[in-house]
């Protein structure tokens, strides 16, 4: 099982949609969890953290389950703009590396 | 003003060549990295440095060799270039070891001939 897990999509939805990602984890000792996106041909960049009570930057929510180890993230309104690759991203407590998933690919047509 | 810089950008070579790609960061960071993106987008460490000091050596080919002459460049020369090297690679840097906020390089797309 990869340590990081997503769906790698595309996700198709018109200018507007609400949209969700989700990303499961398998080391139950992961203890930092951050979103990243990554443009076609560009650099991954830092979208957001996640933290354990949840937490939102503008049309962006991320939320953590620590349960059911996964974590997701929600985008409403989307915008052509919003196009690009989501990279679910974890730290495993005891170490100083950081996991990608493979990401998930959003297309926001208008 | 660039904060992770790499260079070439682009590398076509032959097989058997050995190559080098150059990282700068003019952030003040303690640490760098080396990540390789491969033909299906996984994203993957291959070494990390602190304060010039090797902390992550993942399972990476020894033909792979890292160099930091300081904290603020972190080269990486390779050996005997084979067909399964050609991928996108990627400086990182942050400013403690496996900080969530890494900085990324544009990436070097090396494709070996």
């Known amino acids: 099982r990869k340590e990081v897990e997503q769906d790698p999509g595309p996700f198709n939805v018109p200018e507007g949609a609400t949209v969700a990602f989700n990303c499961t984890y398998s080391?139950?000792?992961?203890?930092?969890f951050f979103w990243y996106r990554q443009d076609c041909r560009k650099e991954p960049k830092l979208l957001m953290s996640?933290?354990?009570s949840g937490n939102e930057d503008g049309r962006f929510t991320a939320q953590l389950n620590r349960a059911s180890q996964y974590i997701s993230l929600l985008i409403r309104d989307s915008k052509l703009s919003d196009s690009a690759t989501y990279l679910c991203?974890?730290?495993?407590?005891?170490?100083?590396?950081?996991?990608f998933g493979t990401g998930t690919r959003l297309q926001v047509f208008p | 003003d660039t904060a992770v810089s790499q260079t070439p950008k682009y590398l076509v070579t032959q097989m058997g060549n050995d190559k080098s790609i150059k990282c700068e960061q003019n952030?003040?960071?303690?640490?760098m990295y080396w990540y390789k993106q491969d033909s299906k987008k996984f994203l993957k460490i291959m070494f990390s440095?602190?304060?010039?000091?090797?902390?992550i050596n993942e399972t990476v080919p020894n033909r792979f060799s890292p160099k930091s002459p300081d904290k603020a460049h972190l080269n990486l020369h390779i050996n005997s270039l084979e067909l399964g090297d050609s991928a996108v690679y990627f400086c990182?840097?942050?400013?403690?070891?496996?900080?969530?906020?890494?900085?990324f390089g544009q990436g070097t797309r090396l494709t070996v001939v």
């Open positions: 080391n139950s000792a992961s203890q930092s």
């Open positions: 440095y602190n304060n010039k000091e090797l902390i």
């Open positions: 990182a840097s942050s400013q403690t070891p496996g900080d969530g906020e890494a900085f």
């Open positions: 952030l003040g960071h303690d640490t």
């Open positions: 991203v974890v730290k495993v407590g005891n170490t100083d590396k950081l996991i």
């Open positions: 996640v933290y354990s």
